[in-house]
C-alpha cells in the first residue's frame, strides 16, 4: 500500500511554524509523509491565526476552496488547528460541514489517536481545551530546512493587552524547563543549524524555578556551535538590566531586540493596558543603547485603537521619531470579538486608520533607509540563508540586526558567517560585495 500523505499550510506568527513543525513529527510517527500536492493529499492542514480579521478571512478563503477537493476525494481529512480553531470552533462547525478536524494549540498531543479515530467515525473531531500545562517537552519538531531553527521556550500569554487575542487563543503562560531547551538546541547544532530564536508570546517572560529568561539566555549562548541566537518577542516591561548584560556579554546574542511600542500616546498605552508611558519607553531605549549601542530595535505599531485622537497618533509619529526604528510591523487596528477594546466605542473609521497606516509607514520607511545607509562603507558580519530572489549568482542573508543584504556569490555556502562590505542602501535592502583580508575597512 502507498503510504498516506499529509500537506500542511501555516499562518500566523513564529509560534505556529514551530507548532507546524511539531504537528508535522507527530505526522510522520503515525506513518504519514508531507507534501506539497495539496489535491493528492490524504490529510491537509491549516494551521491558523486570528491576530487581525484578515488573517482569519484568508482562511476562510481558503478552506471554502477545499470543498471541492473534498467533493473529488472524500476520504480526504481536513483540519482547522491553531488559533482560529480554538477561537471560532462554533462558527467553523457549522459554516464549514466539511472540515473534520479542529484542534487547538494545546491539543496537538491527540492528533495521531484522532487520525486513527477518524477512520472509525464520520463525526467532526473537535479539541480545543486550553491547557494550564502542556509545553510539548518531549515532542520534538520535524524541521526541514534552512539555517534558523525556531525553539519554543514558553506558550500563552497573561498580559491581556485589551486589542489582542491571544491570551483567549493560546491560554495561560507556562514554561519549559531549561534542560529540555538545551538538549533540543543540541540536537539543533547536530543536525547542521546555526542560528537560533527562542519563541515564545512574551518571551522574556520566561520563568522557571531554575531560572528566568536572562539566565536560559546565558546558557543557551554557551552551547558550542550556536553561532547566532535570537529571541522574539520580548515586551518592553519585562527587559531588565539582566537580560542586556547578558546579551553585551556574549558574542553569539544577536544585537537587535524586537521592541513593540504599539502607540506613543500615553492616553491609549493605558487604554491598549501596554503598562509601560512612552517616556518609559523611551528610557529604555536609551538603556538598551547604553549597554549595546550598535543594537538594531524594531517593533510594532497599531494606529487607529478606538478613541485614537489625530493628535495623539502624531504622539506615535514623534516617538517613531525619536528612536529610529530599524524597522517596523505596522498595522490597521482590527476589532477582535471578546477582547476588552472591541466593547470600547469611538472606532476610527477606515479611511481614516488607512490613512495614519500610510502616514506612519511613510515616516518608518524613511528612517529605516536612514539607518541602513549608515552601513554604507563599513564590513557587517552576514550569515548566509538562501539564494537571493533577483539572480542565482546573488546570496541574500542577514546582519545581526536582521537586515537583509544581498551580494554576489564567491566561495562561501548557506551557512556561513562572512564579513560583507555593504556598498548601496535601497528600499529595505542593503547591497554588499565580499571583502578580503588586507582590507581596512570600519566595522559597522
Ligand atoms: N506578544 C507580542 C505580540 C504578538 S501579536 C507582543 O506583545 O509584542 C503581534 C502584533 O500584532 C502585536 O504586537 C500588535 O502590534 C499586533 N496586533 C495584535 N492584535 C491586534 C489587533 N487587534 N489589531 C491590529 N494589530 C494587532
Ligand atoms: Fe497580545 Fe499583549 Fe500578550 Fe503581546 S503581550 S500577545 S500583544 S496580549
Ligand atoms: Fe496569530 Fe495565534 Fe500567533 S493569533 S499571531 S497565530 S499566537
Known sequence: MNQKTYYIETYGCQMNVYDSELVSNMMKLSGYKQTNDLEA??????????????????VHNRLNNFQHLKRKKPSMLIGVLGCMAQNLKDVLLEDKPYVDIILGPDSYRNLP??????????????????????????????RTEGVNSWVSIMRGCDKFCTF???????GRERSRPIDSIISEIKDGVKDGFVEFTLLGQNVNSYKTPDGKFPTLLDEVAKIEGVKRLRFTSPHPRD????????????DNICNQI????????????KRMNRTYTSTEFLNLVDKIRQYIPSCALT???IVGFPGETEDEFLE???VVEKVEFNSAYMFKYSSRPGT???QYDEHITEDEKQDRLERLIDLQLNKTLIQNKKHIGKISNVLVEKVSKKSNDQWSGRTEGGTWVVFDKTNEKIGDIIDVKIDDARGVTLFGSRTYQGYNYEVA
Not at 42 to 55: W, Y
Not at 258 to 269: E, K, V
Open 340 to 342: 476588552k477594546a472591541s
Open 299 to 301: 517593533t510594532d505599531i
Open 113 to 142: 489517536k484522532i487520525i486513527k479515530d477518524r477512520s472509525k467515525t464520520s463525526e467532526h473531531l473537535v479539541d480545543t481545551k486550553l491547557s494550564k500545562f502542556e509545553i510539548y517537552d518531549d515532542l520534538f519538531p520535524a
Open 41 to 58: 493529499a490524504d490529510a491537509i492542514f491549516l494551521n491558523t491565526c486570528s491576530i487581525r480579521e484578515k488573517a482569519e478571512e484568508t
Open 239 to 250: 527587559v531588565d538590566d539582566h537580560m542586556l548584560q547578558v546579551m553585551s556579554k556574549h
Open 164 to 170: 489582542c487575542i491571544v491570551p483567549f487563543t493560546r
Open 316 to 318: 506615535t509619529l514623534s
Open 258 to 269: 524586537h521592541l513593540p511600542l504599539q502607540a506613543g500616546s500615553d492616553r491609549i498605552l
